[in-house]
């Protein structure tokens, strides 16, 4: 079976990843699973293309193999795009879904409906050793909703309500996130290039 790393601590990411990649009979691999040390990759960039290249190049040029990575976020048009890159640290550096979500809705408490425009961004990164790293981005509409409904997902699924639906992504069946999402929408990019990413 072919094998492809994913350069994902997130076990929510590392989930969808495999469910996509297994369709196409592909071992998605986060380093979660990995036997072998990997190094912890500082995000220092200023956006989500920076961010997916340091995480993939780091991981390939350590492992010498192709590694994807995936940087993603929640773009809120209201707050003039934030959380945006720093999405996963909005409430404070360990990473607290919950307390992001708190923080998101109380920036929005006064901000009606129609306002409250959003869209999750996946920027995938695909590093290959000796090559030029490559990037697909795919995006997902939608609305903040004014309080968590549903426990499917992860980060801030449970306040994102996609574009003609009336329910969060939380709400929804992981797969029927994974038909709309913004991951899928960049994974769909990715056509052609798995050959070169998977290994053996
Ligand atoms: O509701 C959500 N549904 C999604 O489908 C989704 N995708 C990303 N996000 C949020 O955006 C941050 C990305 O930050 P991020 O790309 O740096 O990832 P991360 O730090 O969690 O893991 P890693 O991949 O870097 O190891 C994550 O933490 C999440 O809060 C999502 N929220
Ligand atoms: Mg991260």
């Not at 409430?91 to 307390?99: P, R, V, Y």
């Not at 920036?107 to 990164?125: G, S």
């Not at 909703?145 to 994102?160: K, L, T």
Request: net charge negative; proline share 4%; with cysteine.
């Amino acid at each position: 079976m072919k094998e492809i790393v994913i350069a994902t601590k997130n076990k929510g990411k590392a989930r969808e990843f495999k469910t996509f990649f297994a369709k196409g009979n592909i071992v998605a691999k986060s380093l979660l699973e990995m036997e072998r040390f990997t190094p912890d990759i500082e995000e220092t960039g200023k956006t989500f293309e920076e961010n997916a290249a340091l995480k993939a190049e780091g991981i390939s040029r350590y492992l010498d193999i192709p590694v994807l990575a995936d940087d993603s976020g929640l773009i809120i048009d209201a707050l003039d795009g934030r959380p945006g890159v720093y999405s996963a640290r909005y409430a404070g550096e360990d990473k607290d879904d919950k307390a992001n979500m708190a923080k998101v809705l109380e920036e929005l408490k006064n901000t009606p409906m129609d306002k409250r425009t959003a869209r999750f961004i996946c920027m995938l990164a695909i590093a290959i050793p000796g090559k030029e790293t490559l990037f697909r981005t795919g995006y997902c509409e939608g609305r903040i909703a004014f309080e968590e409904m549903g426990v499917n997902g992860f980060g801030y699924d449970p306040i994102f309500i996609p574009e003609g639906y009336s329910k969060t992504l939380a709400e929804l069946l992981p797969e029927e996130k994974n038909q709309i999402s913004h991951r899928k929408n960049a994974i769909d990019q990715l056509e052609g290039l798995l050959g070169d990413l998977s290994h053996v």
